[in-house]
């Protein structure tokens, strides 16, 4: 299985940055996909990007421009890069793992509190 640990999040002014790190480790040799999701207090889990093993990105329309993600892949490693943070990114930011392409299995982390705050 997939094991995905995130780190970085924590409490910032708006208009600040963070850098979101995520770790997958288990019984893998490649990933297909990863990817960061995050859910706000009251409401559903949404889609942040995915990146998928050819690099290709797919940004929600309300980061793009102000959030960049990137993997290694020699280090299983997945980063979420926020610039210019605003309240209405607030939430629980969790790391997702894509293994197979046939029938792929999905896993996440437990996920990373990001607090935009005055």
């Known amino acids: 299985q997939v094991h995905l640990v995130e780190s970085g999040g924590g409490v910032v002014q708006p208009g600040g940055s963070l850098r979101l790190s995520c770790a997958a480790s288990g019984s893998f040799s490649y990933l297909n996909g990863m990817g960061w999701y995050r859910q706000a207090p009251g409401k559903q889990r949404e889609l942040v990007v995915t990146i998928s093993d050819d690099d290709t990105t797919n940004y929600a329309a309300s980061v793009r421009g102000r959030f960049t993600i990137s993997r290694d892949n020699a280090k299983n490693m997945v980063y979420l890069q926020m610039n210019n943070l605003n309240p209405e990114d607030t939430a629980v930011y969790y790391c997702?793992?894509?293994?197979?392409?046939?029938?792929?299995?999905?896993?996440w982390g437990p996920g990373t509190q990001v607090t935009v705050s005055s």
């Open positions: 997702n793992a894509k293994l197979g392409l046939f029938r792929p299995q999905y896993f």
